[in-house]
Nanobody, 129 residues
Framework: QVQLVESGGGLVRPGESLRLSCRFS????????VGWFRQAPGKEREFIAA????????YYADSLEGRFAISRDNAANTCYLQMNDAKHEDTAVYFC??????????????????????WGQGTQVTVSS
């Protein structure tokens, strides 16, 4: 049974950085792309970034590219999300998810939560001074 466990969330001040981790278990990590999403209270789940199985291709939400960076370590079965220059509007629960879909067509399908097979339980990130 595939499981994803996020960690690294917490309280961060505006302008600071934070790195989230997503630990994968119960399957073959390299057969999945990994995406990060977030959901703020009263809002829909929002795509942040995705990385293909090899780590060579990554995709970002247009509005967030530049402050977020996704990476993966296949040897460690872990995916990371680096957030820089934190803003109040980044406050949300952050989720990682695994997709068995292949990397094609510019990774457009990775932006939709319905294309993911497994989800973590989420980790809270609060940006506050």
């Amino acid at each position: 049974q595939v499981q994803l466990v996020e960690s690294g969330g917490g309280l961060v001040r505006p302008g600071e950085s934070l790195r989230l981790s997503c630990r994968f278990s119960g399957g073959t990590f390299m057969t999945y792309a990994v995406g990060w999403f977030r959901q703020a209270p009263g809002k829909e789940r929002e795509f942040i970034a995705a990385v293909a199985w090899s780590g060579r291709n990554s995709y970002y939400a247009d509005s967030l590219e530049g402050r977020f960076a996704i990476s993966r370590d296949n040897a460690a079965n872990t995916c990371y999300l680096q957030m820089n220059d934190a803003k109040h509007e980044d406050t949300a629960v952050y989720f990682c998810a695994a997709s068995s879909l292949a990397d094609y067509d510019g990774g457009v399908h990775y932006r939709a939560s319905r294309h993911y097979d497994y989800w973590g339980q989420g980790t809270q990130v609060t940006v506050s001074s």
